[in-house]
């Protein structure tokens, strides 16, 4: 167009300047900007804005803060992209003030603005604003509109409040993709697999087009409950997507098969798997670890070798889980040593939580304890302490017993475990003044255990059950079938061991 000797004006500006914006061309940017500067055209509030969108969106806060600041009459649009910039670049405290001066300065928020406002919010867990600006989009009547409604959903999934995100999920009108892969998320996420599940197949039934985030997440619930059944049909709708041949697809559903026990079908997915790479490897080595294959575990790891793939920090959490599990402490232990000297990998929180596990279960209580004394960071995290207590109880070592006790009660008082084991810990022992003493600290704390949970999956349907739970509406079903067990197991030899801890459940 310059060539031909037609110049530029502010609205071919703003496009070009858009366009660089959104492929992130700074470069570019700038030299139209030393450009519009030489003609006059830095006056002008759309081309202003238009840069402050260029600025931003390159991660030039700074300069684009800069050019807002020029602006001698921002409107909405020049408020609202320089929240957005914020507010995608992480800078959630910035975002949330400038809304605040925005609306101090009566300028009247619009739909971008709570766009970028929300996701602020989701930034810093910041929900008590966050629904502070809900209640402003109720009072705007923006509440209907799918974009905002699907950001409101994430903002309260994000800010921890999932019983809220699942209320604007059920009234809000069209829901596309994007709602229910959020709240298929929001549930795989927080341990609430059998709502995922559940959601998928809600999903399913009103023709919503499956995308790929969406399988992620039910994989990943799938695994979570162990639901196998529900978890074929999901890969069989992969396999018809073609999302088969996809690395990070294949490895969640092999993730999903090592879950649930099925090592064959996880096998052949990885087999299926164009370009495996080490994540792919890691969900069959993790799913073997978990179930304290030692074998198969390190079988599938020198496969990956075998096949020039670097192990990986999270590779040797399960091979160090796997040793764990099957007691041997050698082997663990070199491979914890090859990690550092042989991959250069620096040992993380998790790896020494490894190591403290697989020392207590072999009964080396006081090497246990010098690894987490080792670790700066172990005040904030009670697994590695627990670990312990649980093979003190089991060795009836009241002394590093009661350290791992005092530890967990200072992080949690309210963890029912820890009070458990110590106090069987001095029942066993007999020292029955120790034993009153903790279940007294126990009564002060009111620490006690809550019902267990277990899933089930009968015809593609998941079923949920707690402990001593009386309203299932299968539950009538189950009486045979646990009379029967339980004949089984008495003539296999098993008693029923009990003795005082039995009344320290409730």
């Given at each position: 167009m310059q060539l031909d000797g037609v110049g530029p004006d502010e609205y071919v500006y703003t496009c070009v300047l858009r366009a660089c914006a959104n492929v992130g061309s700074l470069t570019q940017g700038m030299l139209l900007h030393d450009?519009?500067?030489?003609?006059?055209?830095?006056?002008?509030?759309?081309?202003l804005n238009s840069l402050v969108d260029l600025y931003s969106k390159c991660r030039r806060l700074d300069e684009a803060y800069r050019i807002f600041c020029k602006s001698p009459d921002p409107d909405v649009v020049s408020w609202s992209t320089m929240i957005a910039g914020y507010a995608q670049s992480g800078h959630a405290s910035y975002a949330l003030d400038l809304f605040y001066t925005m609306e101090g300065n009566g300028i009247h928020p619009d739909r971008v603005s709570y766009l970028s406002i929300l996701k602020a919010c989701c930034g810093v867990g910041a929900l008590s604003l966050g629904k502070v600006i809900h209640s402003k989009i109720i009072r705007d009547g923006c509440q209907s509109d799918l974009t905002v409604g699907n950001t409101l959903i994430d903002m309260y999934v994000k800010c921890g409040s999932l019983e809220e995100a699942q209320k604007i999920f059920e009234h809000l009108p069209g829901r596309d993709v994007v709602s229910w892969a959020t709240m298929i998320a929001a549930y795989s996420e927080n341990?609430?697999?059998?709502?995922?599940?559940?959601c998928f197949d809600?999903?399913?039934?009103?023709?919503i087009e499956l995308d790929r985030v969406t399988f992620l997440f039910v994989l990943k619930a799938c695994g979570g409950v162990g639901a196998l059944r529900k978890g074929r049909v999901v890969h069989e709708y992969i396999i018809r997507g073609g999302l088969d041949s996809d690395v990070v697809v294949g490895s969640t559903v092999i993730d999903m098969y090592a879950k649930c026990g099925s090592f064959n079908e996880?096998?052949?997915?990885?087999?299926?798997?164009?370009?495996?790479?080490t994540v792919s490897w890691n969900a069959l080595?993790?799913?073997?670890?978990?179930?304290?294959?030692?074998?198969?575990?390190t079988s599938c790891f020198k496969r990956m070798l075998s096949e020039g793939l670097q192990p990986i920090a999270s590779t040797f959490t399960s091979i160090l889980t796997a040793c764990s599990h099957a007691g041997i402490v050698e082997d663990g232990y070199e491979y914890f040593e090859s990690m550092k000297n042989d991959y250069g990998i620096t040992p993380i929180t998790d790896h020494l939580f490894c190591l403290v596990d697989l020392f207590s279960?072999?009964?080396r209580l006081y090497d246990a304890r010098e690894v987490?004394?080792?670790i700066p960071s172990v005040r904030h995290d009670g697994s590695g302490w627990m670990s312990l207590l649980t093979a003190c109880q089991k060795y009836n070592d009241a002394d590093v017993g009661r350290e791992c006790f005092d530890q967990i009660k200072e992080l949690d008082p309210s963890d029912a475990s820890c009070y458990m084991l110590m106090s069987k810990i001095y029942a066993n022992l007999q020292m029955w003044d120790k034993f009153a003493e903790i279940q007294e600290m126990r009564k002060r704390a009111h620490a006690w255990r809550k019902p267990g949970q277990a899933w089930i999956e009968i015809n593609e349907k998941v079923h949920e059950f707690l402990v001593s739970e009386i309203t299932h509406q299968e539950l009538d079903g189950t009486g045979p079938k646990q009379e029967r067990l339980q004949r089984l197991l008495r003539k296999e030899g098993y008693v029923a061991v009990l003795d005082v801890m039995a009344d320290l459940a409730q």
């Open positions: 450009q519009l500067v030489r003609q006059c055209f830095d006056k002008k509030l759309v081309v341990a609430r697999g059998f709502s995922a599940v559940d809600k999903m399913r039934e009103e023709g996880a096998h052949a997915a990885l087999d299926r798997l164009k370009r495996r790479n080595i993790g799913g073997y670890a978990d179930r304290g294959n030692f074998m198969m575990a279960r072999a009964g987490l004394n080792s």
